[in-house]
């Protein structure tokens, strides 16, 4: 059993979105901005000099596209994050 208490409120928080509980998505946010964060910045890194993307907009906009998407089977933290990355370079 893992014993690192984010990863186990990341994933229970994830369980809670995909049966629909309104507040999950919510309470999940805190938990993982910073780390999606980290990983914005990273991937706008490589981008275009000049380009106007911020990476908070791209760490919101990928975040409502994965908590909205009801057909995703997170496996937990580790795969949540892996989606996310795959989310933000496919963001406009």
Do not use: C
């Not at 984010?6 to 994933?11: C, Y």
């Not at 990273?42 to 760490?59: D, I, K, N, S």
């Not at 994965?66 to 933290?77: A, Q, T």
């Amino acid at each position: 059993m893992d014993s690192d208490p984010d990863k186990l409120a990341v994933t229970q928080l994830l369980a809670e979105v995909v049966d629909g509980e309104q507040d999950a998505a919510d309470r999940l946010m805190p938990l993982v901005f910073d780390q999606l964060h980290g990983l914005a910045e990273r991937l706008l890194r490589r981008e275009r000099a000049g380009h106007t993307l911020q990476p908070t907009a791209l760490v919101n906009e990928a975040y409502v596209r994965m908590v909205r998407h009801n057909k995703i089977d997170w496996k937990g933290k580790t795969h949540f994050f892996a989606i996310g990355a795959t989310t933000m370079r496919r963001a406009p």
